[in-house]
């Protein structure tokens, strides 16, 4: 399954933006989908978590202001990023997971300007 990520860009502190994962059949199989980011000189790290069930999780540092969710008639993922901080900035990328077995998009870059 081939994950696409959009909905990237440039938002000023305090903006909100919604990105989305398109995948090019069908996510159910996926026990969970994910939100990762990596900014410059930085790990990969998730960001936020919905399983097959609907039961999500969050770093940290993004409770509160992120939202995931996954519609599974269309195939998407969505994260909905509110209240953004320039420490938000990095490349996120989407991510599926059924067992051992992953599948990456491309990412798509956020930059938050202060």
């Known amino acids: 399954v081939q994950l696409v990520e959009s909905g990237g860009g440039l938002v000023q502190a305090g903006g909100s933006l919604r990105l989305s994962c398109a995948a090019s059949?069908?996510?159910?199989?996926?026990?969970?989908m994910g939100w990762y980011r990596q900014a410059p000189g930085k790990q990969r790290e998730l960001v936020a978590a919905?399983?097959?069930?609907?039961?999500?999780n969050y770093a940290d540092s993004v409770k509160g202001r992120f939202t995931i969710s996954r519609d599974n008639a269309k195939n998407t993922v969505y994260l909905q990023m509110n209240s953004l901080k320039p420490e938000d900035t990095a490349v996120y990328y989407c991510?599926?997971?059924?067992?051992?077995?992953?599948?990456w998009g491309q990412g798509t870059l956020v930059t938050v300007s202060s």
């Open positions: 059949g069908s996510i159910f199989p996926f026990n969970v």
């Open positions: 991510n599926g997971r059924q067992g051992s077995h992953q599948d």
């Open positions: 919905i399983t097959s069930g609907g039961t999500t």
